[in-house]
């Protein structure tokens, strides 16, 4: 469908790709992963506006293709109308329009132009099957658990819901290709399960931008890495790939060591040889050392150079001086609502100890962010600088070009700038890729001061809270962090999936660890695979 010959491209302060050759085929669930600010959002915009851009090499693909696109920040363009409505409003134009260009076919005037715009109609409205679209999206919203929704005002939705909402009506167009930028970012864990029935069924072909640790584990049969300015593609599941990659690195820097052991061979024969002819007059000696030589420089050009590995390393070091002590927090009869409507919340009462984890978690809508803004109005007034605020970010700075990840990681420095003794954070793990996102909980959980933090990430939530607590109707209820992670995955996987994706993530950073020291047998071990043959 898309294949990229010899692709080079980057801005004058950064290159990001260098001869590259990967093809996009019909049919693929494809997604493009690599670390924050390496360049995914930019191919993805090139895709789409390919005119803008000056690049070196070539990208074939079809004429007039049919492209969707579903941004990482969707904004609402239209609120009017139910959730079917909204469905149903491109699939009407469409047909308006087809039965405006048969009227103006029946006047009959300047008929080759109108029947060529009319054919081209045709065969757009063939591909999303137009005639039936009232049942198609009755059939998605049932496969995706979304049928209750189907009467509900849009102005009723949420943020997540809508965003959902939007990738719906995108699949049900059926985009020759369809391209989604991080779709479930600021998703709630059911409109997250949602989405990957929905990537799960959809029949077309996928292009999709993610660090959701459960979309990489759930979706998708082929990757993209981009890694060092090229892009590894690989058939297959996340999981499948990332044990492959470091199989295939080791068993590379293995030939290398064997390969540079050998070289260092030829070259003590060529200084033994070297010293001969230095003894001698013999000319035989002078022809061995002219024609081993030449002989090492060919094996050095053979070798090439040592596999790429990408440091993915993040230091986050949140701290409080041991002199000081954490801050409590104590929310008391908070109220919440907005001008002409019902209150949103009312009456929310809880308590944080000094030095406790506690994530607040529940659906799109339920006023997490703003109670959120509130309390650190509230706090900052009483404490000032000693309160530390992670904002969610919104929306990507294209000025700067900086990703969502980017500004996040920004963020997170400025927290790391300065002590704390209560940590604020909204979504802190948004855009973040995994393995920012693995060190980020790390330094939560050795962080001595209190935390308060709204997340949908499941694995941040499991992995870093004591408490949880649950926001739903209005109210807030308790759980312990080891009850709630308990309860998610009894209740929709049939395995502890935070804890087989911990292992799994370990097990890649010890063994990469493991290959820049060069403890290849080590490596070994750890990746599972059999001693290396003599």
Partial sequence: ??????????????????????????????????????????????????????????????????????????????????????????????????????????????????????????????????????????????????????????????????????????????????????????????????????????????????????????????????ENKSIREFPGNFADYNTWMLQTKLEIFE???????????????????????????????????????????????????????????????????EEEEALPVEVQDYTLSYEGEEPLLEQIFFSLAPGEKVAIVGPNGTGKSSMMRDLYEKLWEEHGETVGYFRQIIEADEALRLSGGERNLAQLQELCSRPHKLLLLDEPTSHLDIYAQIELEKALRKYKGTILMVSHDLFAVAGVCDRVLLLEDGSLREMSGRAYRKSIYKNYFSADIFEAERKRIDTEIRASDLLRAGKYKEARTVLGMSPKKK
């Fill in 255 to 321: 030939h290398v060591r064997d390969f540079d052991e050998f070289i260092e061979k030829q070259q003590e024969i060529v200084r033994k040889v070297r010293r001969m002819a230095e003894m001698t007059t013999e000319p035989q000696y002078g022809r061995q050392l002219k024609a081993r030589a030449t002989y090492i420089e060919r094996l050095k050009k053979m070798r090439g150079d040592d596999p790429f590995l990408e440091e993915h390393h993040h230091e986050f070091a949140l701290w409080l001086p």
């Fill in 1 to 226: 469908m898309i294949k990229f010959e010899d692709f080079s491209f980057g801005f004058p302060e950064k290159e990001l790709y260098e001869d590259i050759n990967v093809e996009i085929e019909t049919g693929d669930h494809l997604v493009l992963i690599g670390s924050n600010g390496c360049g995914k959002s930019t191919l993805v915009n090139l895709l789409l506006h390919e005119e803008r851009y000056t690049y070196e090499g070539r990208i074939r693909r079809p004429k007039d293709l049919r492209i969707g696109y579903v941004s990482q920040f969707v904004e609402a363009s239209s609120r009017e109308g139910t959730v079917t409505e909204f469905l149903e409003k491109p699939f009407v134009e469409i047909l308006q329009k087809n039965d405006q260009l048969c009227g103006q076919m029946a006047e009959g005037e300047d008929l080759e132009q109108i029947y060529e715009e009319y054919q081209k109609l045709c065969d757009e409205m063939d591909a999303m099957d137009a005639y039936n679209y009232q049942s198609n999206i009755a059939k998605a919203l049932a496969a995706a658990g979304l049928d209750h929704l189907a009467d509900r005002k849009v102005t009723q939705l949420s943020g997540g819901e809508y965003k959902l909402l939007f990738v719906m009506r995108n699949m049900l167009l059926m985009p020759q290709l369809l391209i989604m930028d991080e779709p479930d970012v600021f998703l709630d864990f059911e409109n997250l399960l949602a989405l990957i029935k929905l990537i799960n069924s959809y029949d077309g072909t996928l292009l999709t931008i993610t660090h959701n640790r459960l979309l990489l584990t759930g979706c998708f049969d082929k990757i993209w890495d981009v």
